[in-house]
């Protein structure tokens, strides 16, 4: 019963292909549970500045150097 979907005409590279997927997507979701928990760590202490906050994001890749430089030019 568990292998009815490869009867359905999918072939290995349709398998590698949903593995590779769900993995990259597995790396990114620690990733940002990494990030989120970095933050909310942040976030408990009395005097968070939002350059702190962006060094959070710009260290986990949520945000890029150029990007966090028109943030800062923008205001």
């Known amino acids: 019963m568990g292998m009815a979907s490869f009867d359905m005409g999918y072939d290995d590279r349709d398998y590698d292909n949903w593995l590779t997927t769900l993995t990259e997507a597995s790396a990114r979701l620690e990733v940002l549970q990494t ?20 060094d959070v ?15 800062f030019t923008a205001a």
């Open 35 to 54: 990030a989120v928990t970095e933050l909310c760590r942040l976030c408990a202490s009395q005097d968070v500045r939002s350059d702190q906050v962006l």
């Open 57 to 71: 994001l710009e260290r986990h890749g949520a945000i890029s150097k150029a990007a966090r430089a028109r943030l």
